[in-house]
């Protein structure tokens, strides 16, 4: 089996900062695009940003400036900085990766963390 963990989340004050985590294991061959993604209560989940196992990112125009998201791939492990958090920040944050399992087989599959809670209140 495959699962990721997310962890790092809590309560900040507005304008602090928090640093997300998110480590996969089990069965893993590779892993190509990891990213994160977060739903407040009575929201959809969102994109928040994205990153490639080559080191290409992408961000949700909400958080650019203030996220930033990096990977070790030695730790199958993806991070999320956040930086000047605002209170609309506060959801639970999720991470996801999209894994090859087998070195004999090409089939790659997205699996998700179970989330971690951030909540940005003064």
């Known amino acids: 089996q495959v699962q990721l963990v997310e962890s790092g989340g809590g309560l900040v004050q507005p304008g602090g900062s928090l640093r997300l985590s998110c480590a996969a294991s089990?069965?893993?061959?590779?892993?190509?695009?990891m990213g994160w993604y977060r739903q407040a209560p009575g929201k959809e989940r969102e994109l928040v940003a994205t990153?490639?196992?080559?080191?290409?990112?992408n961000y949700a125009d909400s958080v650019k400036g203030r996220f930033t998201i990096s990977r070790d791939n030695t730790k199958n492990t993806v991070y999320l900085q956040m930086n000047s958090l605002k209170p609309e920040d506060t959801a639970v944050y999720y991470c996801?990766?999209?894994?090859?399992?087998?070195?004999?087989?090409?089939?790659?599959?997205?699996?998700w963390g179970q989330g971690t809670q951030v909540t940005v209140s003064s």
């Open positions: 089990g069965s893993i061959f590779s892993i190509n695009d």
């Open positions: 996801n990766g999209d894994i090859r399992k087998y070195y004999y087989s090409d089939t790659r599959n997205v699996y």
């Open positions: 990153i490639t196992n080559g080191g290409m990112t």
